[in-house]
């Protein structure tokens, strides 16, 4: 089955600053690889995704870069705000069967004012 | 707008004594997933519905059961409940639509304490 590692596992950064997580993914047929953001208590929320065919996908301040080959993915996010601060998971699935989720282990986001 | 809805949003329940937690959609998703989320943990996938076919994860214990009786609806039942079953639960839908894969809406989840 599918495996997902994510690093780091906590994250502290300076109010302004860039946040980079990084995944990495076990499954080559795997071919969508959403984020979530979790704050304390509250449901996982969708912040962006990316398929497989194509390598970088920018919301506003967020991005997500897929590099297919090294079976990596990476949530980039600048100027950050203490908003931002929450945990954060990758995920990655294929199509067909049962598209199932297989999630990282989070990253714990501190913005510091 | 709620979309997935969870209830009860908190339960308590007594060692061994059976819990049920439901989740409704408004989004006419044709798969539902339930997941067990421990503190400082990612969501473990238990078991999902595509429509009514129900797909078990090999590592889910025996004594965590789900219905579902209709598209809108489906059910966690814990027929007993031990201590390290105190999780939040999240119900999830998506839309297994084409060739593509889907995104999850997760519902607001439902904690369970066991006493």
């Known amino acids: 089955g599918e495996n997902v590692e994510q690093h780091p596992s906590t994250l502290s950064v300076q109010e302004g600053d860039s946040a980079v997580i990084k995944c990495t993914y076990s499954?080559?047929?795997?071919?969508?690889f959403p984020w979530y953001k979790q704050e304390l208590g509250k449901r996982p929320q969708l912040i962006i995704d990316i398929r497989s065919n194509v390598g970088e996908k920018k919301d506003q301040r967020i991005a997500v870069t897929l590099n297919k080959t090294a079976k990596h993915f990476s949530l980039h996010i600048t100027e950050t705000q203490p908003e931002d601060s929450a945990v954060y998971f990758c995920a990655a699935s294929r199509a067909g069967g049962r598209r199932a989720l297989t999630f990282g282990s989070g990253t714990r986001l501190q913005v510091q004012p | 707008d709620a979309m997935v809805i969870q209830n009860p949003r908190y339960q308590v329940t007594q060692f061994g004594k059976p819990v049920t937690l439901s989740c409704s959609q408004t989004?006419?998703?044709?798969?539902m997933y339930w997941y067990q989320q421990k503190s400082s943990q990612a969501p473990k996938l238990l078991f999902h519905y595509y429509d009514k076919d129900f797909n078990n994860e090999a590592d889910t214990p025996d004594n965590f059961q789900s219905r579902r009786p209709n598209t809108s609806f489906c059910f966690l039942d814990i027929r007993s409940p031990g201590l390290g079953d105190a999780a939040m639960y999240l119900c999830?839908?998506?839309?297994?639509?084409?060739?593509?894969?889907?995104?999850?809406?997760f519902g607001p989840g439902t904690r369970l304490t066991v006493l």
């Open positions: 989004l006419n998703h044709n798969v």
């Open positions: 499954d080559s047929a795997s071919n969508y």
């Open positions: 999830a839908t998506s839309s297994r639509a084409g060739t593509g894969t889907d995104t999850q809406y």
